[in-house]
């Protein structure tokens, strides 16, 4: 039973990648339709509850007035009927409504609709552009994910709650005890008109503060995570100290939006008590006068004050209710900022798969200044044959791997084209891009699996033995055989900690060789490869790279010289432009920038500094 409840949705369906709406309703709109049918059944069953409970305090009325006129030797034998259809009612009705509704709102909603969201919102969020998570906190923006998949499953169906069971409930208490006296609903009214005034002054105010409350959180928890990340700089630094004033601050302001929440909660209850009594004590003196005035049975006077009590009860939970409506408002309002951002690189709707049989590529007078005016690449036209291995070369900030990564399309251009064999990139998929260029970057990281999950990213299907064979040619397989986890995994089942913190920095660049090794892609993106390497395993490894370069087309960047003097050719950059170009001992002749950073690297900036 609980089975075909919690399988009436399916919260992994593959949906359709569109960007969020930005309005708010229109937001919850869109997460809520994969499941609005049970959020429709939920809503049906609520209003069958909140009736029946209303009806069940009529009878309770109506037998206060039997018992008063009734004689006791005959009470049952003229009353059995009513007797027994009360008692299906409250031991069969009622609990079969109140299963039913419990199964389509726990097993139905509860897990499978914030999930649905999470899911939905994870993947967007994974092809959102790199930009994107270059201007946030990665905890900040996972925070963000988890809340607002929990607020619009609280906003929905704290409405639909709110909505529905109110309605029927006081509607159907209304309407009752109007029959029985006109004069007796006033109080209910004018309570009424109190409490909506109560809710008007002071929810939107929860609102706001709940919001601010919201984007705090996310806040703190960011700095937190931060500091966590970045645990080994910390303690190098011996800033606990620091990171503990760092994070106090934001704590300190979280905590500011709670005391100011906390404030309006006091009052708001102080409020609601003194509404809540102001009704009792007018049902109870009106009740009074008109039974007096024989207006009323006592029966009608049993049903009202049951129905104030309940109602009093009710006022709580509903403003309560209420108040986590407009709590989850901020919180939805605050993941939207973050979440219903239009990616900044997307797929054209017409474009083509990216076809690599040789591996051109030309960059025709493309500039691109990450937005400001001027600055980072401008007006760079360079070609690249089918197989051809070019060195990049050039000061820090003279934009190489600004380079590689516009030929990753991680970025737009602002101006030129970049194609590879003939295709513009602008035209084709991103996945197909990336899918054909096989990049090796300076600060690796490697995500929290075992080194077979690893290495066997670059190549989906790979066997074991496909991934002992590219780890032994990276010059990696003898220290992961010898590896271990705190789980007792051992090889390449161990585990290498978050970002691979567990690995040392030859370790995990090792690693992402042997990764780059197994996906064999036709070309070869390699920014400051061999970086992290003593020059031993360098040395080793270079046999590698060259046995991988064999065939490819090929962008090195690398400072260290020697590394790259080999290339076919070798590009020199400065100030996002090509000033230099050529073989090495062509560069060298030319007694230009080249000629000066190979002087100092091969000891002559040494020996300059030492005649000085």
């Known amino acids: ?80 009927p009513m007797l027994v259809f009360i008692l299906v009612v409250l031991l069969v009705v009622r609990p079969v409504l109140e299963l039913v509704w419990q199964l389509f709102f726990h097993q139905g909603l509860m897990g499978n609709y914030p999930m649905s969201i999470r899911w939905r919102v994870h993947r967007y969020l994974l092809r959102q552009s790199v930009s994107f998570y270059q201007n946030d906190f990665a905890g900040r923006i996972a925070t963000k994910m988890m809340q607002t998949a929990l607020g619009v499953r609280e906003v929905v169906s704290r409405l639909a709650d709110i909505m529905v069971y109110v ?59 931060d500091a966590y990340t970045n645990i080994a700089t910390v303690k190098l630094f011996s800033h606990a100290e620091r990171e503990e004033t760092h994070v106090k601050g934001s704590m300190t302001q979280f905590l500011n939006t709670v005391h100011h929440q906390m404030r309006l909660v006091t009052v708001l209850n102080m409020v609601l008590v003194f509404i809540n009594m102001l009704l009792l004590s007018s049902i109870g003196g009106l009740s009074i006068f008109l039974w007096q005035a024989g207006a009323v049975t006592i029966g009608d006077v049993a049903i009202a004050v049951a129905i104030v009590l309940r109602l009093q009860g009710m006022s709580h939970w509903i403003l309560w209710e209420l108040a986590g409506l407009f709590e989850n408002v901020g919180t939805v309002q605050d993941g939207i900022a973050t979440i219903s951002r239009e990616r900044e690189v997307t797929d054209t709707p017409d474009a083509k798969p990216l076809t690599v049989s040789r591996g051109e590529i030309r960059f025709e007078g493309i500039r691109f200044h990450y937005g400001k005016k001027a600055g980072v690449i401008d007006d760079l036209t360079l070609s690249v044959a089918p197989g051809e291995k070019i060195g990049l070369i050039g000061r820090s900030g003279a934009g190489k791997s600004t380079l590689v990564n516009l030929l990753l399309r991680f970025y737009d251009l602002e101006g030129g084209r970049i194609l590879i064999d003939g295709q513009e990139i602008s035209g084709v998929r991103q996945d197909d891009i990336r899918a054909n260029v096989g990049v090796v970057t300076q600060d690796t990281s490697l995500l929290h699996r075992s080194i077979f999950e690893n290495v066997a990213y670059g190549k989906p299907g790979a066997t074991r033995e496909d991934v002992e064979l590219a780890l032994d040619k990276a010059h990696a397989l003898q220290f992961v055989q010898g590896l271990s986890d705190m789980e007792g995994r051992k090889g390449l089942d161990a585990h290498v900690g978050e970002r691979g913190v567990k690995l040392s920095g030859g370790q995990r660049q090792r690693i992402a060789i042997a990764r780059v090794l197994l996906k064999d892609a036709p070309i070869l993106a390699l920014d400051e490869a061999t ?65 000066q950073l190979w002087q100092h690297q091969s000891g002559g900036f040494l020996s300059s500094v030492q005649a000085a």
Not at 7 to 20: G, I, M, R, Y
Not at 191 to 198: E, M, N, P
Not at 217 to 224: A, D, E, I, Q, Y
């Open 1 to 80: 039973m609980f089975d075909r409840f919690e399988n009436l949705t399916d919260p992994f369906e593959k949906a359709e990648l569109d960007v969020p709406p930005k309005g708010f309703w229109a937001f919850c709109w869109y997460y809520t339709k994969p499941v609005w049918p049970i959020v429709a059944c939920v809503s049906f069953f609520g209003m069958l509850v909140a009736l029946l409970e209303v009806y069940i305090f009529t009878f309770l009325g109506d037998l206060v007035t039997w018992l008063e006129k009734s004689d006791p030797s005959t009470f049952l034998n003229d009353n059995w």
């Open 167 to 225: 309605t029927a409930y006081f509607g159907a208490a209304l309407f009752v005890v109007a029959g029985a006296n006109l004069w007796l609903s006033l109080p209910f009214l004018i309570w009424f008109v109190a409490y909506l005034a109560t809710i008007r002054i002071f929810v939107p105010k929860l609102r706001d503060v709940s919001k601010q409350q919201a984007d705090a959180r996310s806040l703190m928890t960011g700095h937190v995570v």
């Open 531 to 595: 970086s992290a390497l003593d020059s031993e395993v360098e040395a080793a490894i270079q046999e590698s790279l060259f046995e991988l370069m064999e065939g490819k087309t090929v962008i090195a960047i690398a400072h260290r010289l020697s590394t790259i003097a080999a290339m076919d050719r070798l590009i020199v950059m400065d100030k996002g432009r090509i000033i230099e170009e050529g073989t090495h001992q062509e560069l060298l002749d030319k007694a230009g920038l080249y000629a």
